[in-house]
């Protein structure tokens, strides 16, 4: 331990104590000791510090009516800029907020792998691919907290949905838990070096992230060498015993008292060894030791922020289409500016991430402001799916007059938010309905796409000039304005690949599962690992982005043709820009492995290398791969593991763009046992894993599956969600009443999705840890006795007996908030 000193001193109840929260944001304090009460606070991409004085009477709940911060982009945004060096100066500024606001912790990154586009929370994640993801997030680590203010990791792990978060049970083979699923979070561990670590909600093969000591334990601790504070995501502690002994330090937010209560018991009665709770402690008391740098004076410039903020978005804007040169936009056009979006921008996602900006652009004034001369119509309603007759024709007879229409459209608040998944990748009709009508109107129309996920575009082929923005924060109009004008020369390339159809996608067949289970069997073919092995054509592919320049690549060596998996090798290669404009290119290197036992990918992406360069400029690029980037997860030997046999490095401009390519042998220096699935799991060979057999998944799973849904003969218990009550006669009536509740005060959209997620699908055991005592442990007996078919008068008795206490705890709850 390294804080023995302190721990010696401190009573068995207060040690209890710093195992939880003690309200919805703060940890304990003892100021015996020495140790003050420290404050973490909602990220990634911003902070989201509740003002409790707010006095807006419009604020709609407790997500909203926080302290004015920047809204930085979204992950999913940042991510395509492939800049690492800008996501830290990013990290950095995310810092100085924090210590303006006295906040020890962000809560970010969110480094959760993309493994459907239908995931509610994609926007919060930088991608399908986890060599990138923990390139990204080690740097965002690394920024925040070389101002001395503390990072969270998370979710840990495999959740990589939002339907049933709390309950779902993620089985996921393991080599593609270590391939894919856990690769972010070694490297931002092992490099990063979080403060903290926030475990999932889910289960994963069985058991909770919360006490999964394999995972918190075995893996995050011993393998990885992490030492620091593993706090549950918000609500997801199930038995905080079980979670200490498995390698958890912090419960958040408080029980109210309840489960410091357990963990004392549990060291009386001998089911919980002191020595044990001494160490998780002692990270508690390390963590708020190294916050003293929150609790000094600390400003920050809210203009250079905001125009980071704008630097960044525009640097992550991806050129997806750009026919005959429609772009740049030409100041002596009249550009035409079409769409709600253009006005109003979405430009953040929804749910804990949300941020009350300090600014807001708007593309319509930022591109006036830079002397277009812009006309503007609405074309729909942001709050309205169905297409507006009225408004279309509008937009039709604004672009009949113009040079060029400009149409903003985009995925709405509705589509997609944190709490629940998108049932499909469509855009809302409404918008598509806009660019078919304005595209007959005008041949010179160009499409400014917004959203955090892969979407559906059915009028491709009617358009010029395709830009997106994805979720571009606060100065996010500013962007785009800077991109249409050719103020900036967009260098973005996508981080997730955009398939043609949903169906497509790998996990289509098996997400977001059954009741109880989502089973992986897609195993390591995620994204562009699918696609490519499959041969499947997409809409478009993983690292794909248009410049208003072109670049030339050529000249690759390898400083060696052969070698042991010890050493490493250097790749070199010249990239020239051979256009007239200044740019970025983003040069991706990939590994394949032609020829192997074990199952591979076609290409798996092992480094990558963002040059600028001036017209005509020529600049030799070198990066270096190790073993890691020719290496397998050999569930043998449960270690990484590279097969003797010929490599090929392969050097592009995306997945489906390879325009170098070199040979290297590699030998093994290890022996081995190499799995084979030929003959028990022959889909995985040929990568088309749809309508997968059990005893192919089982095969490379090795274990029977788990039952996929809930006995309805069993009893109610406290880790069941009113969803799965349903099946009851009395939680079928509930159901309904929620229902309706929810539609009368939900107003409609997000707000009411997230609140019928929240109300009918987190464990009954949360209606009393999240609520501080408010809703008591007898009180969740009662209602589960209800459930049961129980004496409905005895239940109604003890609702009645503790009302009392529930309304004198009430406003400390509302207050915590």
């Not at 997801?236 to 979670?243: T, Y």
């Not at 489960?259 to 998780?280: D, F, G």
């Not at 390519?661 to 220096?669: F, H, Y």
Request: net charge negative.
């Amino acid at each position: 331990m390294k804080h023995k000193d302190i721990i010696d001193k401190l009573s068995l109840e207060q040690k209890a104590a710093f195992c939880s929260g003690k309200d919805f944001w703060h940890l304990y304090s003892a100021e015996n000791v020495g140790l003050p009460e420290i404050m973490v606070t909602d990220g990634p991409h911003g902070l989201r510090k509740q003002n409790k004085e707010r006095e807006d009477k419009s604020v709609k709940g407790v997500l909203d009516g926080s302290f004015p911060a920047t809204c930085f982009p979204a992950a999913a945004t940042t991510s395509c800029s492939w800049d690492t060096d800008m996501i830290y100066e990013m990290g950095e500024a995310l810092g100085e907020e924090c210590l303006k606001e006295k906040v020890s912790v962000l809560l970010g990154p969110g480094i959760n792998i993309k493994r459907s586009p239908l995931c509610g929370r994609n926007f919060e994640y930088f991608s399908e691919d986890p060599f990138l993801t923990g390139e990204m997030g080690v740097n965002f680590i690394n920024g925040v907290q070389s101002k001395g203010v503390g990072t969270s990791l998370k979710h840990f792990a495999a959740n990589n949905q939002e339907n049933r978060r709390m309950t779902i049970d993620s089985i996921v083979d393991e080599r593609a838990l270590r391939e894919i699923y856990l690769t972010g979070f070694e490297r931002c561990v092992k490099d990063g070096k979080p403060w903290t670590v926030m475990n999932a909600y889910n289960r994963l093969n069985g058991t909770y992230c919360s006490e999964n000591e394999w995972l918190l334990s075995d893996v995050l601790r011993k393998e990885w060498g992490y030492y620091g504070v593993v706090v549950t995501d918000w609500g997801a502690e199930n038995d905080i015993v079980l979670g200490l002994k498995a390698g958890q330090n912090l419960e958040m937010p408080s029980s109210g008292g309840l489960n410091p209560a357990k963990i004392v018991e549990a060291v009386k009665n001998k089911s919980l060894r002191e020595e044990v709770l001494n160490e998780r402690v002692d990270e508690v008391v390390d963590l708020i030791l190294k916050s003293k740098e929150s609790f000094k004076e600390h400003s920050f410039d809210i203009d250079k922020h905001h125009a980071l903020a704008r630097k960044i978005a525009a640097n992550s804007v991806v050129l997806l289409k750009n026919k005959d040169e429609i772009l740049p936009l030409s100041n002596n056009q009249t550009v035409a500016v079409i769409g709600h979006m253009a006005k109003e921008p979405r430009y953040q996602g929804a749910g804990s991430s949300l941020i009350n900006p300090t600014k807001l652009d708007n593309a319509l004034d930022e591109l006036s402001n830079l002397g277009f001369t812009c006309c503007f119509a609405q074309g729909y309603d942001k709050a309205v799916d169905i297409p507006n007759q009225d408004m279309i024709d509008g937009a039709v007879r604004l672009a009949n007059t113009a040079d060029v229409a400009v149409v903003f459209i985009g995925l709405t608040e509705v589509y997609e938010s944190e709490g629940f998944d998108r049932k499909h990748i469509n855009l809302p009709p409404a918008h598509n309905a806009l660019v078919k009508a304005v595209a007959q109107a005008n041949k010179n129309t160009v499409v400014v796409l917004s959203g955090g996920a892969a979407v559906t575009m059915p009028w491709l082929e009617d358009v010029r000039g395709v830009v997106h923005g994805f979720l571009g924060g606060q100065a996010g109009g500013g962007a785009i304005a800077d991109v249409l004008s050719g103020k900036v020369n967009p260098s973005g390339k996508l981080t997730e690949t955009y398939p043609l159809k949903l169906e497509d996608n790998p996990s289509y067949e098996y997400f977001p599962g059954n009741q109880l289970t989502v089973e992986y069997r897609e195993s390591i073919y995620v994204g562009y690992r699918y696609y490519d092995k499959a041969l499947k054509s997409v809409l478009f592919p993983f690292g794909y982005g248009l410049s208003y320049t072109t670049f030339e690549y050529s000249d690759i060596v390898l400083d060696k043709t052969e070698m042991d998996d010890t050493d490493t090798l250097t790749v070199k290669f010249t990239i020239k820009n051979t256009g007239n404009v200044d740019g970025a290119e983003v040069a991706q290197v990939y590994v394949g492995s032609p020829s192997s036992t074990i199952f591979r990918p076609e290409k798996e992406l092992k480094a990558f290398k963002k040059v600028f360069l001036k017209a005509g400029e020529e600049k030799e690029v070198s990066v270096t791969l190790s073993k890691r980037a020719f290496a397998y997860y050999n569930v043998n030997i449960h270690d990484w593991h590279v097969e003797t046999g010929e490599y090929t490095v392969l050097v592009g401009a995306s997945s489906r763009d390879i325009l170098l390519s070199a040979s290297v042998k590699i030998n093994s220096t290890v022996t081995a046992d190499i799995p084979d699935y030929s003959e028990t799991a022959p889909a995985y060979y040929s990568g088309i894993i749809t309508n997968l057999p059990d005893r192919q998944f089982t095969a490379l799973l090795g274990r029977e599956l788990p039952l996929s849904e809930r006995d309805p003969s069993l009893p109610i218990d406290i880790n069941c969600t009113l969803e799965m009550a349903a099946a009851t006669k009395r939680g079928e009536k509930i159901n309904k009443l929620i229902s309706t509740i929810i539609k009368r005060i939900g107003g409609g959209g997000v707000n009411e999705e997230m609140m019928k997620a929240s109300a009918v699908q987190i464990p009954i055991r949360c209606f009393v840890t999240m609520s501080l005592g408010v809703f008591s442990w007898p009180m969740a007996q009662a209602l589960i006795d209800i459930l049961n078919g129980k004496s409905l008068v005895k239940a109604t008795g003890v609702f009645i007996k503790n009302l009392p206490a529930t309304l004198k705890k009430l406003p400390e709850l509302m207050k915590s908030l």
